[in-house]
């Protein structure tokens, strides 16, 4: 059974750094690329970072880039987040997701809060 884990949410003030985890498990992860979306209230989810199977290509939305980072451990099954300048606006439900068998997969979603 596929399963996408998400961990490392939490409150940060702005300008604060937070590092979301996210387990994967139930699939030949190095195979597949992942992302990371979040949903604000009251918005659509947002594709945030996405990252190659090997890792050698990521990509961001315009509004992270500069203070985002995508990696993956393809030896422990692990994509990361790495996020740093925290905004008000970055305050999300943030998702893990990977597109296996034709299907999109989501973890549970870890809260990120920016507040002061």
């Known amino acids: 059974q596929l399963q996408l884990v998400e961990s490392g949410g939490g409150w940060v003030q702005p300008g604060g750094s937070l590092r979301l985890n996210c387990g994967a498990s139930?699939?030949?992860?190095?195979?597949?690329?992942m992302r990371w979306y979040r949903q604000a209230p009251g918005k659509e989810r947002e594709l945030v970072a996405s990252?190659?199977?090997?890792?050698?290509?990521?990509n961001y939305v315009d509004s992270v880039k500069g203070r985002f980072t995508i990696s993956r451990d393809n030896a422990k099954n692990t994509v990361s987040l790495q996020m740093n300048s925290l905004k008000f606006e970055d305050t999300a439900v943030y998702y893990c997701?990977?597109?296996?068998?034709?299907?999109?997969?989501w973890g549970q979603g870890t809260q990120v809060t920016v507040s002061s």
């Open positions: 990252i190659s199977d090997l890792g050698s290509i990521t």
């Open positions: 997701s990977a597109f296996v068998r034709s299907r999109d997969y």
């Open positions: 139930g699939f030949t992860f190095s195979l597949y690329a």
